[in-house]
């Protein structure tokens, strides 16, 4: 016979209490954990360490619950008995309601201390200066490609990337009114402007587009002018008292955000391997004949794949160029680690970026 509703209601509640005890539990465990840890001067953190956990999870995950939900929550937990501690202080792009800040909650989880910056630029100051243990910037957009600002500062910090995240990017018009009439100009970050450009161009095409720090930014000036508007997320819009106007404006429907976090070395060292990591490198050449080509024999003899390869011009003034690339695996793997010795000898300039899972 089917259970009645106030059974059902009776059983979860029961199984809540049993939750709450078993997570109070972990926790009590979890702060063991940290005091052993505080002792031996051992990171409070460990990105390695906490896919671990969520992987094994999944592995014997038999449902209904889905794997990206059963990520997220164990994500919260774990945030959760780290605060304990001692809070991570992140710093991020601001204000509240980024992208940014999106992916920071994705990979921290909530109970992270919050360090909003101005810029990018301040991510890498605020992370590099101390006042935040751990920065989290945008780097690639699927459809725009790199974030050459995040790039180019790469190259000269000492900080290094200890992690990514990813996710679907969902950009929504904002403004004080729900309709798309009297739209006189709309704000946005410079990328989300150009990944919009063409739903823009149809559907306003007398609005003029501002830039703004941040989408979020755009969204606080669009609550201040009704014939203002801003592309920016849901969060931005609850954020700022905004109506959505227009959902899911822009123009690839998989729009795809990574995002890099960064760290001093000295923070967090690189984690160890996980089975499904990632290695990020600057290289440069001397301008000769075949010295781009050169740099992949490495790669194909030890049979390492090459996930990222771009350039950027060095601004030398001699037509030279920077080259980012992504590697498939861990310098802990013998034939990775073969593979970077024999591309190091071959360059003018080398730095590793960082070692680091891949994202989900």
């Not at 704000?187 to 739903?199: M, T």
Request: charged share 20%; glycine share 6%.
């Amino acid at each position: 016979m089917a259970k009645t509703l106030p059974e059902l209601r009776t059983q979860i509640d029961a199984l809540d209490l049993e939750l709450l005890a078993l997570l109070n539990q972990r926790a009590s465990l979890a702060h063991e954990v940290g005091e052993i840890k505080r002792l031996d001067g051992s990171a409070v953190f460990r990105p390695d360490r906490e896919a671990q956990v969520i992987a094994n999870l999944q592995a014997h995950n038999g449902g209904p619950l889905k794997d990206h939900s059963l990520s997220l929550i164990w994500r919260e937990i774990m945030s959760a008995c780290r605060a304990l501690e001692a809070p991570q202080r992140v710093a991020y792009l601001g204000p509240a309601g980024t992208f940014s800040e999106q992916a920071a909650i994705q990979f921290f989880g909530g109970s992270m201390s919050r360090v909003l910056c101005v810029s990018i630029d301040e991510v890498f100051r605020a992370t590099a200066a101390g006042s935040a243990e751990f920065g989290v910037v945008p780097i690639e957009n699927s459809s725009e490609g790199v974030i050459s600002r995040s790039l180019d500062l790469l190259l000269n910090s000492p900080l290094h990337i200890i992690g990514e995240t990813s996710f679907l990017v969902r950009h929504n018009l904002l403004r004080l009114e729900p309709s798309l009439h009297d739209i006189e100009a709309v704000y946005a970050h410079p990328q989300a402007l150009a990944q919009c450009q063409d739903w823009l161009t149809t559907h306003l095409p007398h609005a003029e587009r501002r830039a703004a720090a941040s989408n979020a930014e755009g969204a606080r000036l669009a609550a201040t002018n009704p014939a203002w508007a801003a592309i920016a997320s849901e969060r931005a819009g609850s954020e700022f008292g905004l109506h959505i106007a227009s959902y899911a404006i822009q123009d690839d429907a998989f729009n795809r955000t990574r995002f890099a976090i960064i760290c001093l070395p000295q923070t967090l060292a690189a984690p160890q391997a996980t089975g499904n990591d990632c290695v990020s490198l600057i290289v440069s050449v001397t301008n000769r004949p075949g010295a781009v080509h050169d740099l992949l024999v490495p790669l194909k003899k030890h049979g390492v794949s090459m996930t990222r390869f771009e350039s950027r011009p060095a601004r030398s003034g001699q037509w030279e160029y920077y080259f980012y690339i992504d590697l498939q695996g861990h310098p802990s793997q013998p034939h990775v680690a073969a593979a970077l010795e024999e591309l190091r000898g071959l360059c003018a300039f080398y730095k590793v970026l960082g070692t680091y899972p891949v994202s989900e």
